[in-house]
């Protein structure tokens, strides 16, 4: 939590110096004519996008990674003996909030510009973000010491062996692991969940005792563990 504070206070203190900077222009226009710079042209275009990337998106960024940060990182065990990983409680209640959010900003706007092309392609992302809310919330990946499954994008849940686990690869533009199957089948898995590094662990010592018959060539292994975003 005093992480999520501290970057709070700082993504504030970047917005509002940012506010103060854009309502006193003669702080820097004359700066800016100084050197043939003005607001019509490219430069100051490109140098402003540069700016609201920096001073209020980075500290934003790692307000929102912080927020998904928090809540407990231990996996829960059910009634049927499966190890249960759930989003953590940061991530559900940020992905919950922004969704609201979302979904409020596409119903309203074509209200606002009655004059708007397709106003029903705006009601119909703000039904898909309020859909996305349950599928975050039941989101969960369970597993025993013989199977796992996985939910998907839709709120279904996609169910393998562990037996036909062949791979297991990290992909960082998307958050997630990769884990691949000789089924031909995919199950991706967000870093996100609490309990993520006991099921990483679990996955490479499958991949360890992994029969290798009649494969041209051994199943890749997760190595290492130790230093990976989790």
């Known amino acids: 939590m005093s992480r999520v504070l501290f970057f709070l206070l700082l993504t504030a203190g970047a917005t509002g110096l940012l506010a103060h900077v854009a309502l006193n222009p003669q702080l820097w226009e004359p700066w800016l004519a100084d050197r043939g710079i003005t607001r019509d042209s490219a430069t100051f275009r490109t ?3 540069l700016v609201l990337a920096i001073v209020p998106g980075l500290p934003l960024a790692a307000l929102i990674y912080a927020i998904a940060r928090l809540g407990s ?19 559900r209640w940020f992905s919950t909030l922004s969704c609201l959010g979302l979904s409020a900003l596409f119903f309203a706007y074509p209200m606002v510009d009655p004059h708007s092309p397709a106003p029903w392609a ?12 349950p ?6 990946v369970r597993y025993d010491n ?5 939910a998907n994008t839709l709120g279904g849940r996609s169910r393998h062996n562990w037996s036909d686990l062949t791979e297991v690869r990290d992909v960082p533009p998307l958050k997630a692991w990769e884990l691949r199957f000789s089924t031909g089948k995919k199950a991706s898995v967000s870093y996100h969940y609490a309990g993520l590094e006991g099921f990483l662990d679990t996955a490479q010592s499958k991949l360890a005792v ?7 060539t051994p199943p890749r292994r997760l190595m290492p563990l130790a230093g990976r975003p989790g």
């Open 47 to 49: 140098g402003l996008k």
């Open 73 to 91: 990182d231990r996996a829960q065990t059910d009634i049927h003996g499966y190890t249960v990983l759930k989003l953590r409680a940061g991530m």
């Open 122 to 133: 705006f009601q119909a992302v703000a039904v898909v973000c309020l859909f996305a809310i």
């Open 135 to 140: 599928v975050l919330l039941k989101a969960r």
């Open 146 to 150: 013989a199977t796992l499954e996985v």
């Open 210 to 216: 992994r029969p290798r018959a009649g494969t041209a």
